[in-house]
């Protein structure tokens, strides 16, 4: 019968906590095997270990490929100690229990290469995390304190411990196949509507609850290092929030969309307020306060209890303005002046003040639906004017910077959308409504004339001249749309009998 030494295996890439792990499992009483660089490391901290190569009496061999792929490691990790035949089998053949796994894994993730992808890590935690009834697994530094502290208080972990560390090494090793496979893909014709997609999760933090009170909710962001964007879109681990109340679902999702927003307004100072996921007010400026205090002032009324995000540093002046304007729940921003934050608490205790880094778009979107996923290529952010193409008689001359302007604003609104924009602000925003011309006339009617002498961008096509005769009525010169339409000519002499300007972007920018 194998010897009742308890006995740890441990086989890591990264050495964080290593040597004080290792020495508390020695003060226990425990043996320790340890693998390659694991070894030495230990050795160079002065502890008595047993290599594996001298535990299983196979070196490692092609080039470090094969390590711990050897029946005396798997067959101690899996041995179900309470089965008469696998301890007869044990006995046969001189295989002693292994009680504790602790293993992580090459950074495949980080640093993407066939020469990191992993085989005998995974094969480790795996084969602990199915004889979890019997062996712990750790695959975090994070987790050893408190599994050191469990043995020194017990002698060993607990059955529950054991399958809450079994839990996290099976989600752990389903993120790293997952990211092998993504990285596969991307040499491929499909990477970006793959044959599989692999998401794998874990709970950022619970929320107080979703879109309504009687819905429980949570964050969540892709498996791996906390506070570290290993994949393009996860910018939302790194974001710092310096004040203000826990950030419900809501707050979450509109500071998304609007740092999304902001960012695609150009190089200028720039801000945007979000409510309800849609924008009610953006503009640029010359400075952080301009931009702010024209952005507030596209739809003073709707921003209050919303989400402001600017692309500069927030400094005292614009937190001021934010001091007597109606209640943001969030503030967003690439950072914050000295005694900024101090200065907005002071008026506005509960708002959120984050600060995050610019935000990076994968290369699709992955949406649910009732029974179903839907995938689709990610939107390109600012627009291209390449295809853009002046079809009325009158030349929009100067207009165009604008035009650009409100074709980026209404690339945010949910469709369909009209934005009527002046001097790089958006005086009036529609969205959300079933027919073209009801999203103009609600622009229309929030830029109360604040857009005389600008542009009017559509989302869609105008399939009938009624929707230029009610942009018209805004007082716009320019009006920038997709086109497409069967009616264009129609449409185009609408343009032209008013006097006014149109673009044709070539491309529709729905949202829903």
Same mark, same amino acid.
């Given at each position: 019968?194998?010897?009742?030494?308890?006995?740890?295996?441990?086989?890591?890439?990264?050495?964080?906590?290593?040597?004080?792990?290792? /020495?508390?499992?020695?003060?226990?009483?425990?043996?320790?095997?340890?693998?390659? *660089?694991?070894?030495?490391?230990? @050795?160079?901290?002065?502890?008595?270990?047993?290599?594996?190569?001298?535990? /299983?009496?196979?070196?490692?061999?092609?080039?470090?490929?094969?390590?711990?792929?050897?029946?005396?490691?798997?067959?101690?990790?899996?041995?179900?100690?309470?089965?008469?035949?696998? #301890?007869?089998?044990?006995?046969?053949?001189?295989?002693?229990?292994?009680?504790?796994?602790?293993?992580?894994?090459?950074?495949?993730?980080?640093?993407?290469?066939?020469?990191?992808?992993?085989?005998? *890590?995974?094969?480790?935690?795996?084969?602990?995390?199915?004889?979890?009834? &019997? $062996?712990?697994?750790?695959?975090?530094?994070?987790?050893?304190?408190?599994?050191?502290?469990?043995?020194?208080?017990?002698?060993?972990?607990?059955?529950?411990?054991?399958?809450?560390?079994?839990?996290?090494?099976?989600?752990?090793?389903?993120?790293?196949? +997952?990211?092998?496979?993504?990285?596969?893909?991307?040499?491929?014709?499909?990477?970006?509507?793959?044959?599989?997609?692999?998401?794998?999760?874990?709970?950022?933090? $619970?929320?107080?609850?979703?879109?309504?009170? &009687?819905?429980?909710?949570?964050?969540?962001?892709?498996?791996?290092?906390?506070?570290?964007?290993?994949?393009?879109?996860?910018?939302?681990?790194?974001?710092?929030?310096?004040?203000?109340?826990?950030?419900?679902?809501?707050?979450?999702?509109?500071?998304?969309?609007?740092?999304?927003?902001?960012?695609?307004?150009?190089?200028?100072?720039?801000?945007? $307020?979000?409510?309800?996921?849609?924008?009610?007010?953006?503009?640029?400026?010359?400075?952080?306060?301009?931009?702010? #205090?024209?952005?507030?002032?596209?739809?003073?009324?709707?921003?209050?209890?919303?989400?402001?995000?600017?692309?500069?540093?927030?400094?005292?002046?614009?937190?001021?303005?934010?001091?007597?304007?109606?209640?943001?729940?969030?503030?967003?921003?690439?950072?914050? +002046?000295?005694?900024?934050?101090?200065?907005?608490?002071?008026?506005?205790?509960? /708002?959120?003040?984050?600060?995050?880094?610019?935000?990076?778009?994968?290369?699709?979107?992955?949406?649910?639906?009732?029974?179903?996923?839907?995938?689709?290529?990610?939107?390109?952010?600012?627009?291209?004017?390449?295809?853009?193409?002046?079809? !009325?008689?009158?030349?929009?001359?100067?207009?165009?910077?604008?035009?650009?302007?409100?074709?980026?604003?209404?690339?945010?609104?949910?469709?369909?959308?009209?934005?009527?924009?002046?001097?790089?602000?958006?005086?009036?925003?529609?969205?959300?409504?079933?027919?073209?011309?009801? @999203?103009?006339?609600?622009?229309?009617?929030?830029?109360?004339?604040?857009?005389?002498?600008?542009?009017?961008?559509?989302? +869609?096509?105008?399939?009938?001249?009624?929707?230029?005769?009610?942009?018209?009525?805004? *007082?716009?010169?320019?009006?920038?749309?997709?086109?497409? !339409?069967?009616?264009?000519? @129609?449409?185009?002499?609408?343009?032209? #009998?008013?006097?006014?300007?149109?673009?044709? /972007?070539?491309?529709?920018?729905?949202?829903?």
């Amino acid at each position: 019968m194998p010897s009742l030494t308890r006995r740890a295996l441990l086989s890591v890439f990264d050495k964080s906590g290593l040597v004080e792990f290792a /020495t508390g499992l020695l003060d226990e009483g425990w043996e320790v095997l340890a693998s390659g *660089g694991t070894a030495a490391a230990l @050795a160079t901290a002065g502890l008595e270990v047993t290599d594996l190569a001298g535990h /299983t009496g196979s070196p490692a061999m092609l080039g470090h490929r094969v390590v711990t792929l050897h029946p005396r490691i798997h067959g101690g990790i899996l041995a179900d100690r309470s089965d008469p035949e696998h #301890r007869a089998d044990m006995d046969r053949h001189g295989i002693e229990p292994i009680d504790l796994v602790v293993v992580n894994l090459y950074p495949f993730e980080t640093r993407p290469a066939m020469e990191t992808i992993d085989i005998g *890590g995974p094969a480790l935690m795996r084969a602990a995390a199915k004889n979890h009834r &019997h $062996v712990g697994v750790v695959c975090d530094p994070s987790d050893y304190r408190a599994v050191l502290d469990e043995i020194r208080s017990g002698g060993r972990l607990s059955g529950a411990t054991r399958r809450v560390l079994a839990r996290k090494a099976f989600a752990r090793t389903a993120a790293y196949d +997952g990211a092998v496979v993504s990285w596969l893909d991307e040499s491929e014709d499909e990477a970006l509507l793959p044959l599989t997609i692999h998401l794998s999760l874990e709970r950022a933090g $619970v929320l107080r609850y979703g879109e309504n009170p &009687h819905q429980p909710a949570a964050s969540y962001r892709r498996i791996g290092a906390p506070g570290t964007p290993h994949h393009a879109e996860d910018w939302w681990n790194a974001v710092i929030q310096h004040g203000g109340v826990a950030p419900s679902y809501l707050n979450l999702l509109d500071a998304g969309a609007a740092w999304a927003l902001v960012h695609d307004l150009g190089d200028q100072p720039a801000a945007a $307020v979000i409510k309800h996921a849609g924008p009610c007010g953006a503009a640029v400026a010359e400075d952080p306060s301009g931009a702010y #205090r024209r952005a507030l002032a596209g739809d003073e009324r709707a921003a209050f209890g919303g989400v402001v995000a600017l692309n500069r540093s927030v400094d005292l002046e614009t937190a001021g303005l934010m001091a007597g304007a109606p209640q943001a729940d969030v503030i967003i921003a690439p950072g914050y +002046g000295e005694g900024v934050v101090e200065r907005i608490r002071a008026r506005r205790a509960a /708002t959120r003040i984050l600060e995050a880094a610019t935000p990076r778009r994968g290369v699709r979107t992955v949406r649910q639906i009732e029974g179903g996923w839907l995938v689709q290529g990610a939107s390109p952010g600012m627009a291209d004017r390449s295809g853009w193409q002046v079809v !009325s008689r009158r030349n929009p001359g100067h207009l165009v910077e604008d035009a650009a302007f409100a074709w980026r604003v209404a690339a945010h609104v949910a469709s369909n959308a009209a934005v009527l924009a002046r001097n790089g602000t958006a005086w009036g925003i529609g969205g959300g409504q079933q027919d073209r011309v009801g @999203a103009v006339e609600i622009a229309v009617r929030k830029a109360a004339g604040r857009a005389a002498g600008g542009v009017c961008a559509s989302d +869609g096509f105008f399939p009938f001249p009624d929707g230029i005769e009610a942009a018209a009525a805004g *007082g716009v010169e320019l009006i920038i749309q997709p086109g497409g !339409s069967v009616n264009d000519r @129609a449409v185009v002499d609408a343009v032209d #009998r008013l006097g006014l300007s149109m673009i044709f /972007t070539g491309e529709r920018q729905f949202r829903h």
